[in-house]
């Protein structure tokens, strides 16, 4: 069991920038051995990966509407992982989960939410308009 907290969400203007981050614990657990990811959820609509980073750091996995405007990075030492984001747009509104999940031999990365085993509580990030 891993605990993820999510801090740094807000309410920001069109084109103005945020840092999330995410620290992780748990009991028995390697954050170096773990895929972690920033998923968002707006009203009414499916969750979705926005960005994804590999346990080595070395791969990461942005969807396209970020692209660009958003960086995942992680720092092992701080068991924390970041998402910066850039140039916000009012579509950018949701609700921000942190979720991790074990990084398997195949070096797969996993897109889909029913693949991560732990989630943070989520911030909201509000882009007004």
């Known amino acids: 069991q891993v605990q993820l907290v999510e801090s740094g969400g807000g309410l920001v203007q069109t084109g103005g920038s945020l840092r999330l981050s995410c620290v992780a614990s748990?009991?028995?657990?390697?954050?170096?051995?773990?895929?972690m990811a920033w998923f968002r959820q707006a009203p009414e609509k499916e969750r979705e990966l926005v960005a994804a980073i590999m346990g080595s750091g070395g791969f990461t996995y942005y969807t396209d509407s970020v692209k660009g405007r958003a960086t995942i990075s992680r720092d092992n030492a701080k068991n924390t992982v970041y998402l910066q984001m850039n140039t916000l747009k009012p579509e950018d509104t949701a609700v921000y989960y942190c979720?991790?999940?074990?990084?398997?031999?195949?070096?797969?990365?996993?897109?889909?939410?029913?693949?991560?085993?732990?989630w943070g509580q989520g911030t909201q990030v509000t882009v007004s308009s």
């Open positions: 979720a991790a999940r074990p990084t398997p031999y195949s070096g797969r990365l996993y897109t889909s939410p029913n693949d991560y085993d732990d």
């Open positions: 748990g009991r028995t657990f390697t954050f170096n051995s773990y895929t």
